[in-house]
């Protein structure tokens, strides 16, 4: 017991020395200011860039979120997808998920080509990236919400990774929930973010088992109607609109249309199936206001995963390439 307290004593200058390293430590934090000095002009830029490219094509709005969220599942929103192939860099831009699939990635260079310009090697293309995902909700009539800026670009990429995280379109709901619990998102969030699918496309070769499984959760008119542009065999990557009533606006009718069996991707039309998942469809059915909000700070959620902080990373002159 002496000697007990006695060392307890003894390490108490360590402890309190510890504490107040730990309280000076360099480590920064994301912040909604982080640019305010140092490029004012950062987010006018960004939203200026989206905003062309979204007016040039509609579903580029749908592509930039699509291309964030594949960002932060892979060792967190470091920019790593935007990494071209090189002798050092297995890029995550030719994973399963991504190769032929995965694009945007033009309209984060022009943002950042631009960002160069007026404030050279200050934005990191990371953030770039996730402020567009959220002026690209806006484009298309969704919810904004405040970006936390800061993130730093990697130095690496993982395909392997992007491989195995991202979720498949023929997973089970379960299956759905675990992957984005284990990037600290719930199931509200999962099928709160499943909702961007109220934009964009998806290819034949990913839906086609659906459509001609003739099961009882889906509807056998909206089946028929997408036989007709995805044969049983061929045209593998011709698009149908993930989203059938509205592709290219963001609504509820994601939902809307899973109450209906008429979900494009197993994945889909799994939530409105599994029991775990089923009320909260219905509820965003419903309510537009509740999706939109749910959506908004699921967004915000998933782009603060593992957040990659100075003095860790750095900030790339072009997204595609480590200086
Ligand atoms: C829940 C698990 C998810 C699965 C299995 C999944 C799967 C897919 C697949 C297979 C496509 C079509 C890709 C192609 O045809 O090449 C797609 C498109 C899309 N996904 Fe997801 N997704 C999921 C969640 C999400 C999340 C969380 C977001 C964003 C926050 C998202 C946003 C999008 C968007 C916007 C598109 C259309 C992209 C475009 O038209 O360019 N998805 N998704
Ligand atoms: C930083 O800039 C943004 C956008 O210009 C502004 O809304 C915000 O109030 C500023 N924050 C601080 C702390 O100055
Ligand atoms: C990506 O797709 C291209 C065809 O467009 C193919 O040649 C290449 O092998 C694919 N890459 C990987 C890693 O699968
Ligand atoms: C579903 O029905 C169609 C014709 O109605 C048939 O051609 C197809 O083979 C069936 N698919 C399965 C998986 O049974």
Not at 292 to 321: H, Q
Request: include cysteine.
């Amino acid at each position: 017991m002496g000697s007990f307290s006695s060392s307890l004593g003894n390490l108490f200058p360590l402890v309190f020395l510890l504490v107040l390293l730990s309280g000076m430590s360099c480590e920064a934090q994301l912040s909604t200011s982080f640019y305010n000095k140092t490029c004012p002009g950062a987010l006018t830029e960004i939203r200026n860039a989206v905003r062309r490219a979204v007016s040039a094509e509609r579903r580029m709005a749908a592509s930039l979120i699509r291309l964030h969220f594949h960002d932060c599942f892979v060792q967190g929103c470091d920019g790593s997808i935007l990494l071209d192939e090189s002798p050092s860099i297995r890029s995550e831009k030719t994973a399963i998920p991504n190769n032929n699939s995965a694009r945007g990635y033009n309209v984060i260079e022009d943002a950042k080509r631009t960002l160069e310009r007026i404030c050279p090697s200050v934005v990191s293309c990371a953030d770039i990236l996730t402020v567009a995902a959220r002026d690209a909700s806006v484009a298309v009539g969704g919810p904004t919400w405040e970006v936390k800026l800061g993130r730093k670009d990697s130095t690496t990429a993982n395909r392997d990774r992007a491989n195995s995280d991202l979720p498949s379109p023929f997973a089970d709901a379960n299956t759905l929930i675990a992957a984005f619990d284990v990037k600290g998102l719930n199931t509200r969030d999962m099928i709160a973010l499943s909702g961007s699918h109220t934009l964009g496309q998806a290819q034949c070769f990913l839906f086609r088992s659906r459509i001609y499984s003739n099961g009882t959760d889906i509807d056998p008119g909206f089946a028929s109607t997408r036989r007709r542009k995805c044969l049983q065999t061929g045209g593998d990557t011709t698009l149908a609109p993930l989203d059938l009533v509205t592709p290219n606006s963001f609504d509820n009718n994601y939902y809307k249309n899973l109450v209906q069996r008429k979900g494009l991707l197993i994945s889909d039309q799994v939530l409105f199936t599994s029991p775990s998942t089923n009320s909260i469809v219905i509820e965003y059915s419903k309510s537009p206001a509740a999706f939109a909000a749910d959506f908004a700070s699921a967004m915000k959620k998933m782009s603060e995963i593992e957040p990659l902080l100075a003095p860790n990373g750095i900030v790339r002159k072009t997204c595609g390439a480590i200086n």
